[in-house]
């Protein structure tokens, strides 16, 4: 891998078994498929709820939530049991019997594919958090939108305001025409936002 990104890539393609065909192994009853789904999912969640880590049968339950439109219970069980063995997705993380991804990194991984893959998700309300910093730079390197994003916040908001670092994180990790830009872009609407705030004194007839 040359970056980053494509090692946490090539990681996950590794222990879902991407590569075992080309060794004729299989150690897995699930698909590689609903293994990364469910991955990301649960990562997801537990991004969402600030946490690393719970018991099997709740993250059992979080997949289920998640999927059971798509997915057989029965599947989802089975998967999930297998992302613990032998996957090695999931790890155990306590001595409570709580599991978890490991690695923090991991996990935003996780979470940042989830990001480009569920359109649903509106990434606005992200922006003002640090927990979530991490992950939104992630995102920024897979999207080929991110021009949007940025658009749409000022759009929603009027203004940069507290989503300033992370909007910068994030635009830091763009391709360099794009980045230099966006930044001046970024900086003029931080200025801007000051002005706004300054008080208004009337002048004295």
């Not at 069980?77 to 001595?95: F, G, K, R, W």
């Amino acid at each position: 891998p040359t970056s980053e990104l494509s090692l946490y890539k090539e990681r996950l393609k590794l222990l879902l078994g991407h590569y075992d065909v080309h060794k004729g192994i299989r150690r897995q009853e699930s698909h590689n498929d609903i293994l990364e789904v469910i991955a990301r999912k649960i990562a997801f969640s537990f991004h969402s709820s600030e946490k690393r880590m719970a018991t099997i049968d709740a993250i059992i339950g979080i997949s289920i939530g998640a999927l059971s439109m798509k997915y057989e219970k029965t599947a989802i069980e089975t998967a999930v049991n297998e992302l613990c063995d032998p996957c090695n997705i999931l790890i155990p993380m306590s001595t409570n019997g709580e599991w978890g991804f490991g690695h923090l990194r991991y996990q935003e991984h996780l979470v940042a594919e989830e990001l480009i893959r569920n359109r649903g998700v509106e990434i606005e309300p992200y922006l003002t958090s640090s927990w979530w910093r991490s992950v939104l730079v992630l995102f920024s390197q897979m999207t080929d939108d991110f021009e949007n994003i940025f658009t749409t916040h000022l759009l929603t908001t009027g203004h940069i305001g507290p989503a300033f670092d992370t909007l910068k994180a994030m635009i830091s990790v763009r391709p360099k025409k794009e980045s230099t830009e966006l930044m001046k872009l970024l900086n003029n609407h931080k200025l801007m936002d000051a002005q706004d705030s300054e008080p208004f004194y009337e002048e004295e007839n």
